[in-house]
């Protein structure tokens, strides 16, 4: 399973920073992720790393996200910079967690002031 923290409220221009821990048995943890959902809209990809640290971020976040990895914890960071109120969504973490498509719980994160 994934577990998430570090979501909450925050005003435009502002930093927060997500974690998305794996947990139980973990043999393979290949591409992680992040992706977000907004009301009335389909889940979107925010930021990808596979186990080399190459990374994949949508346009709307370049320059202002950074998604890194620690494979010594089973653990994706996103780091977000800059945040607009369109950032304002839940937020779900994903991994290739032993061969299988695996998602988090969600977390939400409102950019308003």
């Known amino acids: 399973q994934l577990v998430e923290s570090g979501g909450g409220v925050v005003q435009p221009g502002g930093s927060l920073r997500l974690s998305c821990a794996a947990a139980g048995i973990i043999n393979s943890i290949n591409v992680m992720g992040w992706y977000r959902q907004a009301p009335g809209k389909p889940r979107e990809l925010v930021a990808v790393i596979d186990r080399a640290g190459s990374t994949n971020y949508a346009d709307s976040v370049k320059g202002r996200f950074t998604i890194s990895r620690d494979n010594t914890k089973h653990t994706v960071y996103l780091h977000m910079n800059a945040l607009k109120p369109e950032d304002t969504a839940v937020y779900y973490c994903?991994?290739?967690?032993?061969?299988?498509?695996?998602w988090g719980q969600g977390t939400q994160i409102t950019v308003s002031s």
């Open positions: 994903n991994a290739d967690l032993n061969y299988r498509d695996t």
